[in-house]
């Protein structure tokens, strides 16, 4: 992985015999005129990729991502973003409607799975239980409550939380409602894209609205 600046806009280009570097994350700016009276120019620095030659295609791109350390999400919207890119510019054949749609679906997976969604405070503290933490939770406190223990212990790394197990009760109920409206939120967002029967609309799609406001214990 590395960061290259270009003098024109680009999608990927042969590297050698059997690669083609891919170009990512464009990002314009403006390089000052040389001598007086002539105009600047603008410049455009990406990220780059390495990709065998026969094999650029959104998968290819995502698998190059995800070995640089990208996670899969973020890795495909990346992947079919260059590839729609590419389309769109005329560089190789492709169906950009659908390009979009995957791009954006991955972006809406992305954003699920961050702290954007992902996250309540407790106390002032930022933190988040998964599906199977909240799981194995549930059957602690409910063994708790049958034997009749006051309080109970969260545990965030190496930091503790001493409540009590009626409260933890409350509050891993609250939060599965919360998880729940937004994985209803976000199958919702990902159906409103794939309805889409354009490339601009499936852009200008907001999938970060509507969302619950995070809780806060």
């Not at 690669?19 to 403006?30: K, M, P, T, W």
């Not at 005329?90 to 699920?112: C, F, H, S």
């Not at 409540?163 to 159906?191: G, I, N, W």
Request: charged share 25%; proline share 2%.
């Amino acid at each position: 992985m590395s960061k290259t600046t270009a003098m024109t806009k680009k999608t990927f280009e042969q590297y050698d015999a059997e690669h083609v570097i891919v170009y990512f994350n464009e990002s314009e700016s403006e390089m000052p005129a040389m001598q007086e009276g002539e105009n600047g120019q603008t410049v455009y620095q990406y990220d780059t990729v390495k990709v065998k030659c026969d094999t650029v295609s959104v998968d290819a791109i995502k698998q190059a991502l995800v070995e640089n350390g990208y996670n899969a999400d973020e890795a495909e919207a990346i992947a079919a973003g260059v590839m729609l890119q590419a389309v769109q510019d005329g560089t190789v054949e492709g169906d950009a409607l659908e390009l979009a749609k995957q791009m954006v679906v991955a972006r809406i997976t992305a954003y699920d799975k961050s702290d954007a969604v992902n996250e309540f405070t407790y106390g002032g503290v930022p933190m988040w239980l998964d599906k199977a933490t909240r799981a194995g939770l549930q059957l602690r406190l409910s063994a708790e409550a049958a034997a009749s223990h006051e309080n109970t212990t969260l545990w965030l790394d190496t930091q503790s939380f001493t409540l009590p197990v009626a409260s933890a009760q409350q509050m891993l109920v609250a939060l599965e409602l919360y998880a729940s409206a937004c994985f209803d939120r976000t199958e919702s967002h990902k159906a409103a894209v794939k309805a889409k029967r354009s490339v601009n609309t499936v852009l200008s799609y907001d999938y970060t609205a509507d969302y619950p406001e995070k809780l806060a214990f």
